[in-house]
């Protein structure tokens, strides 16, 4: 197939627009990583570690910028056993296993992140007893944020995303969010929030990591993308993974570099369907055996940038007359979408 690239439909650009001007004014202990995450500088008698600085406040309990809350001892750290694996049925176990090169297996169940989080009472001395998580306060609840945990692995113990489901209840936080963390791997979950919410708060992100690996999941909806990844992260491999029902897409890839392969995926039921990828990044898109739904193929207009392999899309049904890409890109739209829908 002549390789072609992606094209925003200007809905999702403004939206995207829109959205960082609102969460700018909106999100409380938003903090933002240095451009190098492998960069260490010290100034006076703070250290900045090169990761981003989360901080989720002060003796008070309130929200702080800028600050790092260092950790000083962890003592409530779960051992792995002698093959790197620990079990874990609550929340609370799951953030006392968080740490570099283990396994957490999940027991089967639903776990409801944000009512664990609520239940601490003073985040600056709990994120002084924990190296691999923080917690920040956010415009609408608090948010989990792993850093530091390289080469962690959260699986479910059935390895059957069915049965173990990962869910939290603020529309502006991530259900996981991994902050300067190099080789994470998720399998085997579903994730998603329980209430609808727009602008900030994807089902999972990424910033200043490398090589993160998802397989065998499903993240839905309301994440305004299923995946997000920003800041320097570099590469993502993602294979045969739902990413459903999201406010805005399927997934948003800004500001990074490397390959970005996606295999045996299916992305459907956006509302809007917009793949929010910056292809004047350092980085590549590759599809393979994929299948689009409906809004997901009508934001499509293709460049150099990507590329398709056996992959299925939905006829578009939003023309050039509409304001979305132009004659020569539906043009070859059309004419690249077989009978049976597949594009490759």
């Known amino acids: 197939m002549k390789r072609k690239g992606i094209k925003i439909g200007a809905v999702i650009l403004s939206t995207m627009i829109l959205c960082m001007s609102f969460t700018a004014c909106t999100k409380t202990g938003e903090v933002n990583g240095p451009t190098d995450p492998e960069v260490t500088e010290q100034t006076g008698s703070e250290e900045n570690t090169g990761d981003e600085t989360v901080v989720s406040g002060n003796e008070s309990g309130e929200a702080t910028v800028g600050l790092e809350t260092p950790a000083e001892e962890e003592s409530d750290l779960l051992k792995p056993d002698e093959n790197g694996k620990i079990t874990v049925s609550t929340v609370q176990d799951l953030v006392n296993a968080i740490q570099p090169d283990v396994t957490v297996v999940i027991e089967p169940g639903v776990y409801n992140i944000s009512n664990f989080l609520k239940t601490i009472p003073d985040l600056y001395e709990w994120n002084k007893s924990h190296k691999y998580v923080k917690v920040r306060e956010q415009f609408d609840g608090r948010e989990m944020v792993i850093q530091d945990a390289h080469g962690i692995h959260i699986t479910s113990k059935s390895e059957n995303y069915s049965d173990t489901e990962l869910i939290t209840e603020p529309r502006y936080v991530a259900v996981l969010y991994f902050n300067a963390t190099d080789n994470v791997e998720i399998s085997g979950l579903t994730m998603g929030h329980t209430d609808v919410g727009q602008c900030v708060g994807d089902v999972v992100d990424f910033k200043y990591c490398k090589d993160p690996k998802v397989d065998n999941c499903d993240f839905y909806g309301c994440g305004v993308y299923g995946i997000g990844c920003e800041d320097n992260t570099q590469n993502l491999y993602v294979s045969n993974t739902i990413l459903r029902d999201c406010s805005q897409g399927p997934f948003s890839i800004i500001n990074c570099k490397g390959e970005y392969i996606f295999t045996d995926c299916t992305f459907t039921g956006s509302g809007y369907g917009g793949v929010f990828y910056d ?23 293709y460049y150099d940038e990507s590329l398709f392999e056996d992959c299925t899309l939905m006829e578009p049904t939003i023309t050039p007359e509409d304001g979305y890409g132009d004659d020569e890109d539906y043009m070859e739209l059309y004419e690249e979408v077989g009978e049976d829908g597949s594009v490759g």
């Open 279 to 301: 292809y004047r990044d350092r980085s590549t898109i590759k599809f393979v055996r994929c299948t689009f739904g409906q809004n997901e193929s009508n934001e499509w207009a």
